[in-house]
């Protein structure tokens, strides 16, 4: 079943990055027509300013070159299935044999997903298998690996040969070149020529994500955003192990706006949907970061206290696929994230504080959106979700919010968005 890749964290998502900062995850997304916008954006040529140009790397001796495609092969899959038994059996050692020891925040990253996995609700239930596709050899010795695990997720992943074996790595900061920007009318990107092969069309894909918003959402912000297409995760090696994507508002050096996106070809931007693509998947991560800056842009974060109606907004924006029957699955099976946790918690447990959960935080993301969904679908569309939002920031209190927006009292809201959502699947 290929939703139920969006049930691990690995590829989900997230965590708290400070106010100002958001997670985000990969999901799957059905591409359907526009609905009419309010604004429409007229795509104008994009002026492409190049201010540094990448030096080609230095002739050095590549390693991979004492290998035939073949051993390649078996070395790669060895490693990869000691990386799905890890997952299995909770065995974070096996890692040691299958990942680049000497890549130090590489070994965090791929170690801190695996602890993910295991706290969440889905450990043990899943029989995780890599099946090598394709390889591709690259330059210094590095070869993607082109795999798909036992969902038919796809993936490509670099290895290099250590010692006769090959493991999982990372390029180093050395090997992906000098940073390139490049400005365009609505943007100034940030590239490594490490990602040659898909920053041109990532750069594209991001005049459509601010398009959809603007046909979607109704609105853009005014202001340029600066997005940064990180091939490897050392580039910033105390950032959030879990997203692949983050927007952060004021959150660059120069205090303009930052979209932090993985790129493909890496462990850190995880599995991607086959039918979707690399960049089917992607169009969706870039459209939910860029409605993250229209929330904060265009309606001043309106329900910032409701960490649901931030992410779920922005999966609901980008039309991610599969979360409402997802959310349905969860519902169902016992695993319910409440809007409201009324435990007496101090910690709590709930789609109010979704960033700060123990534990599922993919999943909270897809029973946002499916909350989102239900409120525009019974309470009058995008304009209830803001009705809501802005009683929410005026009387800072859920239940009053929805007596003044909606005049209904939360018990009887909630009773009918657990029906609702039970319906969904
Ligand atoms: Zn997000």
Known sequence: MKTSKTLFPWLAALLMLGSSQLACKTVLREFSPPEPGYVVVTPTPQILV????PAPPAPEVNPAEAFS???IRAGIQASLNLYAQAYNENKPELLEQAVDQENKPFRRIVRSRLDEY????FAGQY???????DIQRRELGYVIAHFEDEDGWQADWPFRPVDGRWVLTEPTLEHIGEAVTTETEHFTFVTYPWAEDVNPKIIEMMETARQ????????????KAKVRIVPVYALDRFGAMSAIAWYSKGGDADGGDLIHIYAPNSFAYSYYDPDLGWDGTLQLTLTHEYTHMAHARNYENAGRLADWMSEGLAEYISEAPGNLRYACHAYRSGTVIPILDESGAVAKQDLMHMTNLDKDTGLA???SHAL?????SKFGGLEGFWKLAE????TSDFKKALKEAFGIEFKDFNQQWNQWLKNQC
């Open 127 to 133: 029989e995780s298998k890599n099946i090598l596709l």
């Open 118 to 121: 295991q706290k969440s609700s």
């Open 391 to 394: 009683a929410l920031d005026k």
């Open 69 to 71: 495609d073949d051993q």
């Open 50 to 53: 190049v201010t540094a140009t």
């Open 365 to 367: 993301y897809a029973y």
């Open 212 to 223: 959809q918003v603007a046909d979607r959402l109704g609105k853009v912000p005014a202001e």
């Open 372 to 376: 989102v969904s239900f409120v525009t």
